[in-house]
């Protein structure tokens, strides 16, 4: 085990300290300052002991990239669910169990708290970790509602504790890349974001008896779930501050129903939002689970060019076709056109471009967003890595908070748009 430690630690980093040197990416990217070689030495020999409470679908992801990690040691586990305990337990033997997730923040032993349960959980377990002097990482969404979610900010503000949330792409170099090459002006004016996520599958488990439906499948029910915006779009519609520099959207509003899957759930399986900026770009996210077709997308249109963000390619605007209006507005001027403007067959309607991209980053995994626990290369590996950096130093990542705050807040406010089909508007400032 030692070795397989020794050969992955070179890469942890690599990419983000590189790319973070930008002035653009640390702008955007203010975390990324403590992905140095040089903090990275700082912490070699040393581990964070870390306890899991939830070790369900993405407890166990995280397991496995935390036992490839030479400064982190699993030191206990936590979960109500004996199967789910009984298959960490089967990688860390070692680690003490627990049912109880109080009594693994009483052991001494824990330096740091990862928490993936689900998400009407999180608030209190957050609360009650940094209560008991933990660092302490919690999993996407940060809350249920935008109540749970000031009162976790509000704990943790009040602390000198570090608290880290599980939004991958914050350390994923595509990312990183694409906003630094926007804000170098790369594709121009920002003038739209478009995010989706499409799957064909009813988001259902296997659940072994009745009683413990709600516990197993608890996305599908809203007292515990705010469904497909919590669960995904919290995800893309960090893209949005990235791109906009930092400013986030005034108002969204938005559609959505149980179209398909009409199985006694209780969450939307098809949603519409779209939120507006204060400039007038609109930024779009629309999720639907019975049609696979377009898979996952995040993109960056500019009036220069378009940056697609799940697989690392920039487009250009120019040369590749000229659009209709302007072809249209040359005939006129050259006298062309006989009568009518728009009945001439020479003139083009504006389409997609036909330009193939250049990929911008060298080895990019694609994920086609299929996976429901994470998928490798998306920057899951380097957030834990990071979270045990913070451990380990006590220092909190900065402005790691507020990008959660904000992704989790538009995504609870796009649910309530969704869910009452108006707008809401989005509060300009952070609450601290
Ligand atoms: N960042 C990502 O890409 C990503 C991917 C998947 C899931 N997630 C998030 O991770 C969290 C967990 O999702 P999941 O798919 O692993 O769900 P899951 O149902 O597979 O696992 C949740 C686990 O929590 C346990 N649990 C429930 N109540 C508990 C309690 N009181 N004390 C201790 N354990 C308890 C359950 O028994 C279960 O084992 C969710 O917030 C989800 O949004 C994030």
Redesign the pocket.
């Known amino acids: 085990m030692d070795n397989d430690k020794t050969m992955t630690r070179k890469g942890f980093f690599e990419n983000l300290g590189a790319l973070a040197g930008g002035a653009a990416a640390l702008s955007v990217f203010p975390w990324l300052s403590a992905c140095t070689p040089e903090k990275e030495k700082e912490m070699s020999g040393e581990v964070a002991r870390l306890g899991i409470?939830?070790?369900?679908?993405?407890?166990?992801?995280h397991i496995a990239n935390l036992l490839m990690d030479p400064n982190a040691r699993i030191v206990a586990l936590?979960?109500?669910?004996e199967p789910?305990?009984d298959d960490a337990s089967a990688l860390i033997p070692d680690a003490k169990r627990?049912?109880?997730?109080h009594k693994l923040l009483e052991d001494k032993d824990v330096q740091g708290v990862i928490?993936?349960?689900?998400?009407y959980?999180?608030a209190q377990?957050t609360i009650d970790s940094i209560a008991a002097g933990k660092h302490t990482f919690?999993?996407?969404?940060m809350a249920w509602s935008p109540e749970q979610l000031n009162a976790m900010c509000s704990a943790w503000k009040q602390s000198d504790r570090v608290l880290m949330v599980?939004?991958?792409r914050l350390y994923d170099p595509k990312y990183v890349k694409a906003m630094d090459m926007i804000h170098n002006g790369a594709i121009g004016q920002v003038v739209g974001i478009r995010n989706y996520w499409y799957r064909n599958n009813d988001w259902r488990?296997e659940v072994p008896s009745p009683g413990l439906e709600r516990?197993?499948n608890?996305?599908l029910y809203k007292d515990y779930?705010r469904g497909l915006m919590?669960?995904l779009a919290?995800?893309q519609l960090a893209n949005g501050g990235w791109a906009m520099g930092g400013i986030q959207p005034e108002s969204v509003c938005g559609n959505g129903s149980i179209l398909f899957w009409k199985d006694g759930r209780e969450v939307f399986d098809n949603v519409s939002a779209i939120y507006q900026y204060p400039n007038g770009v609109t930024m779009t996210f629309q999720s639907i689970i019975s049609n696979k077709h377009f898979g996952m997308g995040e993109q960056i249109l500019g009036s220069e060019g378009t940056i697609d963000l799940v697989t690392g390619v920039i487009y250009s605007e120019a040369g590749n076709y000229r659009s209709g209006i302007e072809k249209l507005l040359k005939q006129i001027e050259t006298n062309l056109l006989s009568s009518s403007a728009f009945a001439g067959t020479s003139w083009a309607t504006e389409g997609a471009a036909n330009e193939k991209g250049i990929r911008y980053i060298a080895n990019v995994t694609v994920n086609d967003g299929a996976?429901?626990?994470?998928a490798s290369g998306?920057g899951?590996a380097e957030l834990m890595h990071a979270f045990c950096q913070a451990v380990i130093t006590g220092k909190q990542p900065e402005k790691i908070v507020e990008e959660a705050y904000w992704s989790t807040l538009l995504a609870l406010l796009g649910e309530q748009a969704t869910r009452e089909r108006t707008m809401v508007e989005i509060p300009g400032e952070l609450p601290w």
Request: proline fraction near 2%; include cysteine; charge should be negative.
């Open positions: 409470i939830g070790t369900g679908s993405r407890g166990l992801f936590c979960d109500i669910y789910h305990l627990y049912s109880d997730y928490i993936c349960t689900p998400l959980l999180h377990m919690v999993e996407k969404a599980g939004q991958q488990r516990q197993i608890w996305r779930s919590t669960e919290c995800h996976s429901s626990t994470g998306d899951s």
